[in-house]
């Protein structure tokens, strides 16, 4: 997969790290880049074509896959953090986060799928979390929503291996972009975040770690839960 001449479809491009991707999508080569939003408005990347798009709304994906027809570079970047916990928080909301990082990265696959697969295969990237391997006191319904992402992921590449499209995960901790203003601690920057992805899919890769967080919490999963949790479960 090259993204020199690809056409890209990029959800969520209106901010932080979709936003990113819009514009080195077209810095390195691609011949067209959707950028999507709820709001496409608020979009303010010259060159790029604007789309409306939710994607928790079956009805909105659809219609945008009934216009990018050709699209070979997928990026499954929308997303949301409500900082809600699972016993007590809110279910509507919880549901919300599954419905955003599950369904809706579901949803696009799968009404996109033909897509990639009548333009030669294409790929796939699925914007991830190091969340997606453990849990968070706080924020627990984000991690869940994307541990289910993850396990999607690895789920429908075998599936899409078939009409030869890649899937590919990325992986991080904390990139600097409003979702986590409010968190202390080293952000990367979302322009390397794209970099190191778009440079993934170049390279075949299945999953990119961008950063040693994430490779520290992959690791972890090898181990007893108990080094990683042990020091939250007495605090």
Known sequence: MKVSGSV????GANRGIGRQFARLLLERGASKVYATARNPESI?????QTLRLDIADPASIEEAASV???????IN???ISTHTNLVTGDLETIRLEMDTHFYGTLGMIRAFAPVLATNGGGAIVNMLSATSWFSHDGDNAYAAAKAAAWSLTNGVRLELGKQKTLVTGVFLGLADTDMVADFEGPKVD?????????????????EVLVDEWSAHVKASLARDPFEFYGPSLSS
């Open 190 to 206: 979302p322009a390397d975040v794209v970099r190191a992805a778009l440079d993934g899919v170049e390279a075949g890769k299945l």
């Open 77 to 79: 970047n929308a997303g």
């Open 44 to 48: 303010d990347i010259p060159g790029v």
């Open 68 to 74: 990018a027809t050709d699209v070979d570079l997928l």
């Open 8 to 11: 890209a479809l990029v959800t």
